[in-house]
């Protein structure tokens, strides 16, 4: 083995030129109305079945992750003055769970809502459809990123809810 041997040359990747303008407007830009809509929409069809007295255990889920999503929100400082209204609302929707288990003995009953908790929940949606319209799409990521390390780190199970309503296929 000969001693020498000229020395590696250290690994310098080749410079690549990204599009900081095309990056920064994209991140930086707001949400379209489908995408909006497409966050929004299990989240109303949930409230709509706690609501009506027919929600099951997994519309109970997306409601309390949209509440996870909106305190992660309230963190980041972009729309602030909100938390005791997203507390009121976590408290609701403990209440609720912890009346349809109790109910149904260690199971999950379906339960009917009282009036406060209805008025609680919609004002829930309305404040978080207006956090939803004041984040950019890189905020609103980092916020849903935020909630599910928050809902993973306290050893609860995570779903994420791509769509509800399931299309049929032709066949």
Known sequence: ????????????????????????????????????????????????????????????????????????????????????????????LQAIYDRAIRLGGGRWLRVTLYGHEIEQLQLFFELHEFQIKQLGRAEFLAAIDAAQKQIIGEGNTLTVVTDTQPERLAA
Not at 1 to 16: G, I, L, S
Not at 18 to 44: F, G, Q, S
């Open 1 to 92: 083995m000969t001693r020498n041997k000229k020395p590696r040359r250290p690994y310098r990747p080749r410079p690549v030129t990204a599009h900081t303008m095309t990056l920064a407007l994209h991140y930086a830009a707001k949400p379209a109305k489908a995408d909006c809509e497409e966050v929004l929409a299990p989240l109303k069809t949930a409230l709509r079945a706690l609501r009506e007295g027919v929600a099951i255990e997994y519309q109970w889920s997306i409601a309390a992750g949209a509440v996870n999503v909106a305190q992660a929100i309230e963190q980041q400082g972009v729309v602030t003055g909100l938390h005791g209204h997203l507390q009121a609302a976590e408290a609701t």
